[in-house]
């Protein structure tokens, strides 16, 4: 089978197979007498698995998941599909939990959260599912600004603190720029939650999007593991 023809079935470039064979995501190619590649219906499955993968898991995921596949290690790259299943529906559990706390009353008056009134950064990178570097680094470029322990000088974050780190994190994820970020704060300052509000629940949608995708994907998965187990019986 020619590059060309699974090219034209899967709406994509020629090169984009030759990108995929490079970075070892399908088996071995022999080539004909020509020289040109000799691609089998194992191929086939190979590439149509990844193009259906890769809007509900992206690139990163595929690219840990097929080489396992060719190598034989089919229960390792399940575990990683299996990851990035969790990993999703953490996201999902995160931004939700950004729309209930924008469904709370005052900004500046923000309740006891989990019953506490301050919190170390491990904890809110903890909540929000963020990093502590990430959050370090909103605090340089001024989008939040936590007391300091006048003995320790440790950070102190309050439950108000927490909140804008999950606005944050959920606008930048779906906005990337900080400029936007910083915007959307700043309507916040003046109790304006609507904007901020319609993309958390723009986000939910994405991660509702992306779950379907991932189950799409995850269809293909079985098929390929079905041709390459039929391979491996003949």
Same mark, same amino acid.
């Given at each position: 089978m020619k590059g060309i023809e699974i090219a034209k079935k899967?709406? %994509? /470039? !020629?090169s984009a197979l030759r990108h995929y064979e490079a970075w070892g995501l399908i088996p071995k190619v &022999?080539? #004909?007498?020509? =020289?040109?590649?000799n691609y089998t219906k194992e191929h086939e499955a190979y590439f149509q698995c990844i193009r259906a993968m890769y809007a509900g898991f992206g690139m990163?995921?595929? $690219? &840990?998941? #097929?080489?396992?596949?060719?190598? =034989?290690?089919?229960?390792?790259?399940?575990? %990683?599909?299996?990851?990035?299943?969790?990993?999703?529906?953490?996201?999902? &559990?995160t931004v939700q939990r950004t729309v209930? #706390?924008?469904? @709370?009353? &005052?900004? !500046?008056?923000?309740?006891k959260y989990r019953n506490k009134n301050s919190f170390t950064i491990g904890d809110v990178a903890?909540?929000?599912?963020? /990093?502590? /570097?990430?959050i370090?680094?909103?605090?340089k470029e001024g989008l939040i600004r936590p007391e300091r322990h006048k003995e320790s000088g440790f950070r102190i974050y309050s439950p108000s603190d927490i909140r804008k780190v999950l606005i944050i994190?959920?606008?930048? $994820?779906?906005?990337?720029? @900080?400029? %936007?970020?910083?915007?959307?704060?700043?309507?916040?300052?003046?109790?304006? %939650?609507?904007?901020?509000?319609?993309i958390a629940i723009e986000s939910l949608q994405y991660i509702d999007n992306a779950l379907v995708e991932q189950i799409r994907g995850i269809a293909y998965?079985?098929? @390929?593991?079905?041709?390459? /187990?039929?391979?491996e019986g003949q």
């Open positions: 899967l709406k %994509i /470039s !020629t &022999e080539r #004909m007498a020509n =020289g040109y590649r990163n995921v595929i $690219r &840990e998941v #097929m080489p396992r596949i060719v190598n =034989g290690e089919k229960l390792d790259a399940l575990w %990683i599909i299996n990851k990035a299943q969790v990993n999703l529906h953490a996201e999902k &559990e209930d #706390m924008l469904d @709370l009353k &005052e900004w !500046t008056d923000f309740p903890k909540e929000a599912n963020v /990093s502590a /570097s990430a370090r680094h909103w605090e994190r959920t606008v930048q $994820r779906v906005a990337y720029s @900080l400029d %936007i970020v910083r915007e959307v704060l700043s309507g916040l300052d003046k109790k304006n %939650i609507a904007q901020v509000k319609q998965l079985h098929n @390929l593991l079905d041709v390459v /187990s039929n391979k």
